[in-house]
């Protein structure tokens, strides 16, 4: 518990920076839907026209962007992006953190079990990863309403950015899991921004060759916005597969992390 | 040249790993284009029918998709995107890293001045990049080559790779000149970072909107069109901002780091 309670007081602050980040983001996103929304209705009106083959190839956004889900959907990738590597940066530096402070030592002399320290940890970070999906999906759909002004369906907005929790949860197990496999990390955002920019471009690859294999290698693919504002739920298979990622991340962690060596001073 | 020659050993590593990441994306780019080829002119015909605005959210602004320089131009934006995350990172690490690694007392107690220390340091960035920058060149050509069935588009991928260095200097500059403000590596590259993914936000904000357009002095991802440097011009207004850009955050590297306390 005094694990925990360290290290929320730690990054707490990040956090709510990161996620008004976030806010700001998608803002500034917002205030252009309006000047938009009349082109794209044009747009969508031809693009309805092409033949679904030359659709994906050119990787054309299936979002009609003259709605306002549709724009939310667009301008939510980049919130995506972000958010993921928010959470990527946590995940990685949740147990690396300590020999980068040379800290480490310290702690793992502690009369507890180094799974304690490992749940513990994990617990701070989906802590946060929850306290920012939760703090961003307040404050987008105040933004969302406030700026648009326009009826759109709550259930389908909220499971939109339900998905930022999901991928997020994905990303910050990947993050865990290098760490602990990486003999010493010394910095973390390079890192965190490099592996989420190869996944990011992956899922635009993924966009135009709708290649069932390549979907299943970048998180971003889990959760087609389109998709969701269509019908209204998610895909069970990738549902299912972001999940057992997530775990097989999570007890991979708990393993190698018992046994790892810990550099000191 | 002690200092350049222990750099280049130090980032050796990560300079391996993101050549091999560039080389795997170009590869696995290029397969999509295959696939694009095959509906070939009559998409184009479809495309050209979209209003511009929406071409350039479509992130195909003026390039013709099907052809393979077309091609190359639109996924050569993400080259801009890894490239400018490495140089950035670059340059907000390497100064300030001597402090996070406790070895800054060593370095700056033995008989240099911290001036060439700084210059040796970026000609060790220097060639980091131009290492980088290379690869993905010979990785484009090689690429290319094995789809391209028509004209050789060679000289359009060199203008891009200059146009690459160009950002990856701008990056790596300021990166270093934040470096020398932040008080050590973690507040470096965070605000570094929050700056990168800044600026390529403003670039995808513009695409979309493009009565901001009088944005793009901030977002070096705008300085140089796709379109005008496959024909390879480079806008000198552009070209001097750059410079401007470079010369000031390199100076500001040299001055913070010359009467910056040393922390241990």
């Given at each position: 518990?005094?694990?925990?309670?360290?290290?929320?007081?730690?990054?707490?602050?990040?956090?709510?920076?990161?996620?008004?980040?976030?806010?700001?983001?998608?803002?500034?996103?917002?205030?252009?839907?309006?000047a938009i929304s009349q082109d794209a209705a044009l747009i969508t009106q031809m693009t309805s026209q092409f033949p679904p083959a030359v659709v994906r190839a050119l990787g054309l956004s299936s979002l009609d962007l003259s709605t306002v889900l549709g724009f939310y959907g667009y301008v939510y990738l980049f919130i995506l992006l972000t958010g993921s590597v928010y959470a990527l940066?946590?995940?990685?530096?949740?147990?690396?953190?300590?020999?980068?402070?040379?800290?480490?030592?310290?702690?793992?002399?502690?009369p507890i079990t180094r799974t304690t320290i490992v749940t513990a940890k994990i617990m701070s970070v989906i802590t946060l990863v929850v306290l920012q999906t939760v703090i961003y999906i307040g404050g987008a759909f105040i933004i969302t309403q406030l700026i648009t002004n326009q009826y759109f369906d709550e259930a389908t907005f909220l499971m939109i950015n339900l998905s930022l929790?999901?991928?997020?949860?994905?990303?910050?197990?990947?993050?865990?899991?290098?760490?602990?496999?990486?003999?010493?990390?010394?910095?973390?955002?390079?890192?965190?921004?490099?592996?989420?920019?190869?996944?990011?471009?992956?899922?635009?690859?993924?966009?135009?060759?709708?290649?069932?294999?390549?979907?299943?290698?970048?998180?971003?693919?889990?959760?087609?916005?389109?998709?969701?504002?269509?019908?209204?739920?998610?895909?069970?298979?990738?549902?299912?597969?972001?999940?057992?990622?997530?775990?097989?991340?999570?007890?991979?962690?708990?393993?190698?992390?018992?046994?790892?060596?810990?550099?000191?001073? | 040249?002690?200092?350049?020659?222990?750099?280049?050993?130090?980032?050796?590593?990560?300079?391996?790993?993101?050549?091999?990441?560039?080389?795997?994306?170009?590869?696995?780019?290029?397969?999509?284009?295959?696939?694009?080829?095959?509906?070939?002119?009559?998409?184009?015909?479809?495309?050209?029918?979209?209003?511009?605005?929406?071409?350039?959210?479509?992130?195909?602004?003026?390039?013709?998709?099907?052809?393979?320089?077309?091609?190359?131009?639109?996924?050569?934006?993400?080259?801009?995107?890894?490239?400018?995350?490495?140089?950035?990172?670059?340059?907000?690490?390497?100064?300030?890293?001597?402090?996070?690694?406790?070895?800054?007392?060593?370095?700056?107690?033995?008989?240099?001045?911290?001036?060439?220390?700084?210059?040796?340091?970026?000609?060790?960035?220097?060639?980091?990049?131009?290492?980088?920058?290379?690869?993905?060149?010979?990785?484009?050509?090689?690429?290319?080559?094995?789809?391209?069935?028509?004209?050789?588009?060679?000289?359009?991928?060199?203008?891009?790779?200059?146009?690459?260095?160009?950002?990856?200097?701008?990056?790596?500059?300021?990166?270093?000149?934040?470096?020398?403000?932040?008080?050590?590596?973690?507040?470096?590259?965070?605000?570094?970072?929050?700056?990168?993914?800044?600026?390529?936000?403003?670039?995808?904000?513009?695409?979309?909107?493009?009565?901001?357009?009088?944005?793009?002095?901030?977002?070096?991802?705008?300085?140089?069109?796709?379109?005008?440097?496959?024909?390879?011009?480079?806008?000198?207004?552009?070209?001097?901002?750059?410079?401007?850009?470079?010369?000031?955050?390199?100076?500001?590297?040299?001055?913070?780091?010359?009467?910056?306390?040393?922390?241990?």
């Amino acid at each position: 518990m005094n694990i925990y309670r360290q290290e929320m007081k730690m990054s707490l602050r990040s956090m709510i920076s990161w996620s008004l980040g976030l806010l700001l983001v998608l803002l500034f996103f917002m205030f252009m839907f309006t000047a938009i929304s009349q082109d794209a209705a044009l747009i969508t009106q031809m693009t309805s026209q092409f033949p679904p083959a030359v659709v994906r190839a050119l990787g054309l956004s299936s979002l009609d962007l003259s709605t306002v889900l549709g724009f939310y959907g667009y301008v939510y990738l980049f919130i995506l992006l972000t958010g993921s590597v928010y959470a990527l940066k946590s995940g990685i530096s949740a147990l690396s953190e300590e020999v980068r402070a040379k800290t480490a030592d310290f702690l793992v002399s502690k009369p507890i079990t180094r799974t304690t320290i490992v749940t513990a940890k994990i617990m701070s970070v989906i802590t946060l990863v929850v306290l920012q999906t939760v703090i961003y999906i307040g404050g987008a759909f105040i933004i969302t309403q406030l700026i648009t002004n326009q009826y759109f369906d709550e259930a389908t907005f909220l499971m939109i950015n339900l998905s930022l929790f999901l991928v997020e949860l994905f990303f910050v197990g990947l993050g865990l899991l290098l760490s602990v496999i990486i003999k010493r990390i010394k910095t973390v955002l390079p890192i965190a921004l490099g592996i989420v920019f190869v996944f990011w471009i992956l899922q635009m690859l993924n966009q135009s060759l709708a290649d069932p294999i390549l979907a299943y290698l970048t998180p971003f693919a889990y959760f087609d916005i389109a998709k969701i504002i269509a019908t209204g739920s998610y895909e069970t298979v990738y549902l299912f597969c972001d999940a057992i990622l997530i775990a097989f991340f999570t007890v991979l962690t708990y393993i190698i992390y018992q046994h790892k060596d810990m550099p000191s001073v | 040249m002690n200092i350049v020659l222990r750099e280049l050993r130090a980032n050796g590593k990560s300079l391996i790993i993101w050549c091999v990441s560039m080389v795997a994306l170009i590869g696995v780019g290029m397969v999509k284009y295959s696939g694009i080829e095959a509906i070939g002119q009559s998409a184009n015909d479809l495309v050209n029918q979209l209003p511009a605005a929406m071409k350039s959210i479509l992130g195909m602004n003026l390039l013709d998709l099907t052809s393979i320089a077309g091609y190359y131009g639109v996924f050569f934006l993400y080259f801009l995107l890894l490239g400018g995350t490495h140089a950035v990172m670059l340059g907000a690490i390497i100064i300030s890293k001597e402090e996070r690694d406790k070895t800054a007392d060593f370095l700056f107690v033995k008989p240099i001045q911290r001036s060439r220390v700084i210059t040796a340091k970026l000609i060790a960035i220097l060639i980091n990049l131009a290492i980088f920058n290379l690869v993905t060149l010979l990785a484009s050509v090689f690429f290319v080559a094995m789809y391209n069935k028509g004209e050789s588009i060679n000289s359009q991928i060199s203008y891009l790779m200059i146009d690459l260095f160009i950002l990856q200097v701008i990056f790596e500059a300021i990166g270093a000149g934040i470096s020398g403000l932040a008080k050590n590596t973690k507040k470096a590259t965070s605000f570094a970072s929050t700056l990168f993914l800044i600026t390529f936000l403003l670039s995808t904000a513009i695409d979309l909107y493009n009565k901001i357009s009088f944005l793009k002095y901030f977002t070096p991802f705008k300085y140089f069109p796709i379109t005008d440097v496959m024909k390879g011009s480079f806008d000198p207004l552009f070209l001097c901002l750059a410079a401007v850009i470079v010369i000031g955050s390199t100076a500001l590297t040299y001055i913070t780091f010359q009467k910056r306390d040393i922390y241990i």
